[in-house]
T-cell receptor, first 110, second 113 residues
Framework: AQRVTQPEKLLSVFKGAPVELKCNYS??????LFWYVQYSRQRLQLLLR??SRESIKGFTADLNKGETSFHLKKPFAQEEDSAMYYC????????????FGKGTRLSVIA | DTGVSQDPRHKITKRGQNVTFRCDPI?????LYWYRQTLGQGPEFLTY????????KSRLLSDRFSAERPKGSFSTLEIQRTEQGDSAMYLC???????????FGQGTRLTVV
């Protein structure tokens, strides 16, 4: 069975500081990894997926198959980054429904 | 708003009553998913459809839960004989095909009293 672990429930950083939200997964096959974000009073939305290898709103994430990790990073946090972040995995090269972690609340302090 | 739409947004019901939720996906999307989210947890998969076919059901989906997507468009999720443990946010999502971005609705918050 697939599992996604986000070890931090809450992460507080100062504006302009680097951010790293951790995500580890358990799956022996070929996963597709995603980061979803939920801003206050908004619906859950896709932030980025590993296969796209793109930077969205300054965030990047690299899939490390050796460490089974997909950490989300941003060099300089902004106040508008404050939100709930969920890491998610789709097994079998994206052919199965998403399995989510419990989420990390990022709070950026001015 | 042309995104995924869920109705109602909030539902309070007495224990033992039946409730039904509706989800209207993005019109060209053939995959539709139901998730449940409780406080402090990420969304947990319940079931999904490709067109009108229900392809997978989670073990979380007890016999009291049933979902339909009769014409491959909107979907309904029914909970019979509700229990307090059913209190949660029920999320619907849709995608155009496997592996692509899933778009989420705003959810239906169920409170069983």
């Amino acid at each position: 069975a697939q599992r996604v672990t986000q070890p931090e429930k809450l992460l507080s950083v100062f504006k302009g500081a680097p951010v790293e939200l951790k995500c580890n997964y358990s799956y022996s096959g070929s996963p597709e990894l995603f980061w979803y974000v939920q801003y206050s009073r908004q619906r859950l939305q896709l932030l980025l997926r590993h296969i796209s290898r793109e930077s969205i709103k300054g965030f990047t994430a690299d899939l490390n198959k050796g460490e089974t990790s997909f950490h989300l990073k941003k060099p300089f946090a902004q106040e508008e980054d404050s939100a709930m972040y969920y890491c998610a995995l789709s097994a079998n090269s994206g052919n199965t429904p998403l399995v989510f972690g419990k989420g990390t609340r990022l709070s950026v302090i001015a | 708003d042309t995104g995924v739409s869920q109705d109602p947004r909030h539902k309070i019901t007495k224990r033992g009553q039946n409730v039904t939720f509706r989800c209207d996906p993005i019109s060209e999307h053939n995959r539709l998913y139901w998730y449940r989210q409780t406080l402090g947890q990420g969304p947990e998969f319940l079931t999904y459809f490709q067109n009108e076919a229900q392809l997978e059901k989670s073990r979380l989906l007890s016999d009291r839960f049933s979902a339909e997507r009769p014409k491959g468009s909107f979907s309904t999720l029914e909970i019979q004989r509700t229990e307090q443990g059913d209190s949660a946010m029920y999320l619907c999502a849709s995608s155009s095909r496997q592996g692509l971005e899933a778009f989420f609705g705003q959810g239906t918050r169920l409170t069983v009293v």
